[in-house]
């Protein structure tokens, strides 16, 4: 019988690859739902693919992440990340990033981000 992992372990998997750059995605669902960044656009991206597009670009930006804090209820969590960024305007800042979580059926369902936009707008080129 297939163990099903749970969502402390597919979260521990999603970080040491995201801190990486690399192997992240291998824990998300095909039908993974994202939302944040964006207060205008509450609705959520849909797919692995439209999140993994988000990510490419946000990669650009930030040099190291490490989680510094985890809370875990069931299928949900909250995760504080700290990032290091490089923004393309040479601006470097250290930032926390709430990061609400959804597991089930051995996945990671849907994210939610909360963070300063406002920073991100003003340091990053349309």
């Not at 019988?1 to 970080?15: D, P």
């Not at 739902?33 to 930030?62: C, H, N, W």
């Not at 069931?74 to 040479?90: E, R, S």
């Amino acid at each position: 019988m297939e163990q099903t992992a749970t969502t402390k372990q597919l979260l521990e998997q999603y970080y040491s690859g995201f801190a990486r750059k690399e192997g992240w995605e291998t824990v998300l669902s095909e039908n993974f739902l994202f939302t944040g960044g964006d207060m205008t656009r509450p609705e959520p991206l849909v797919g692995k693919a439209a999140y993994r597009q988000v990510i490419d670009r946000f990669s650009r930006v930030f040099n190291a992440m490490r989680v510094k804090e985890m809370i875990i209820d069931g299928g949900k969590a909250c995760v504080i990340g700290t990032y290091d960024y490089t923004f393309p305007n040479g601006v470097r800042m250290t930032g926390d990033v709430a990061e609400i979580w959804e597991a089930g059926a051995g996945k990671l369902q849907a994210l939610r981000i909360f963070f300063d936009t406002l920073t991100f707008q003003k340091n990053t080129p349309s």
